[in-house]
């Protein structure tokens, strides 16, 4: 055999052994965490059993509140619709979340154990009367809460002004108004009034039949067992079901639709709303007349007013084009910020003589303006109106006895005090009778303003 041949074979010889030689993976090839399984391609990251943790984000409540103060929208995009999650549950989830219609049967069932249907019989104050300084009815319209609102607010005479809800010497009980089944959900993050707790309790009296409380900061020990053990659980009129200084409160009937939305869909992520009922009606006397001894309106009706739609006219609540109505755009996920989509022309929720620009982007906040003498009545304002004007203006509230209302202490309101500087202008027209042109100036005058710009927004309902 001639030399070449040999080489030529030799070099055959080589080649073959390193093609049929087994591949091996190294550290030199792959970092140990990017080793590939023998059972799978891309080995996903296993979740972390901490209920405190965020899979390989954080782990532990103390570590993860530290890495969401820096991380925030990471971890609202990680917690959304996580809801067997605990530190999610506690900090991120929203409190609309819970009543969301794509949640499992599971779920659905913690959420609303009920039985029967119809209205009941309160013959418990949320409060006990003698704690009780003021109480505000429905529809206020206040920063964040552009459209009217859907709950009241009751105060503790024990509340300082100006405090932080951080004192428990301040906080007074909060009671079950009638018999029923209660569920608690804790307040996230972002809408919390305090570090010691905040909860949101939902007692179904009957399977159409339920009152809401918000910024319960304290909890009753059966309230803590329940929420930790994910259970709802049956409570007596009466019964303590935790403590705050103030609290929000609603009552709401699934068997009465409100006629002043007319477009129920733009409520859905908060699907209660469009059943909101008067606040007090359904106490037993003489407890009704002791609970609106309390009330600061004075104006019919005492329970207030959420609905002010009017097909074709201004009048109502209006929503950004395609912003998904109530819900707002998707990247705020109903936290902070959700409103600045949300517009409405409707009534002050005190004195409903006075009528209020409510605007969720007013230079980059939420504000409420009455009006330079409180006209046109956006309830006469329509397609033949054109192009219309309103000279924005603060203004505060006055008593029976014509002093200043401080919002804190008990006091027939009555009235209010218009301010006499301008803080801007807005221009609107109906475009259709379901949809408006709208614009904002701040710090302009009507002099100032000619018409619409190119920022100039579309609002639909």
Known sequence: MS???????????????????????????FPPSEIPSENSHSEQPKPSTDQYGLDTLCSGEQGCKEFCQNNQEICEKYCRGKYENEFCKKYFLSPQEEVLPERNAQEQQYLKTCNGTGTVVFTSPPMPLKDIETIQPVGLMIGGHVTPIDHGYYGASSWEAGSKREDPSQFRNVLAPADGMASV????????SSSIGDYR???????????????????SEKLQQAIKEKKVVAVEAGEVLGQAPGFDFSVHNEEVTLEGFIVPKHYEIEPFKI??????????????????????????????????????????????ISTNGYEGKKEYQRLLGYWSTHLAFAYDGLVPSTFVVSIGDFAGEAKQFGVVGNAPDPAHVDLSSGLVKYELISYGYLTDAGTFWDRQHFAKVTATQPSSEVAGVVLVQLLESRKIKFEAFAGKTALQVEGFTEKAK???R
């Not at 070449?4 to 093609?19: D, E, N, P």
């Not at 959900?185 to 919390?192: A, D, H, K, T, Y």
Request: glycine share 4%; net charge negative; with cysteine.
């Open 3 to 29: 030399k070449k041949i040999f080489i030529f074979i030799l070099i055959i010889t080589i080649l073959f052994l390193f093609a049929c030689k087994p591949q091996e993976f190294s550290e030199k090839t």
């Open 185 to 192: 959900g804790s307040m996230p993050s972002e809408f919390s």
């Open 201 to 219: 309790i939902t007692i179904d009296h009957t399977c159409t039949f339920y009152t809401i409380y918000i910024h319960v900061n304290q909890l």
């Open 275 to 320: 059943h909101t009922v008067d606040m007090f009606a359904h106490f037993a006397e003489p407890l009704k007349s002791q609970l609106l001894e309390k009330n600061v309106r004075q104006k019919e009706p005492r329970g207030g007013k959420i609905d002010y739609d009017i097909d074709g006219k201004l009048v109502g609540n209006w929503f950004e």
């Open 458 to 460: 579309v609002y639909e």
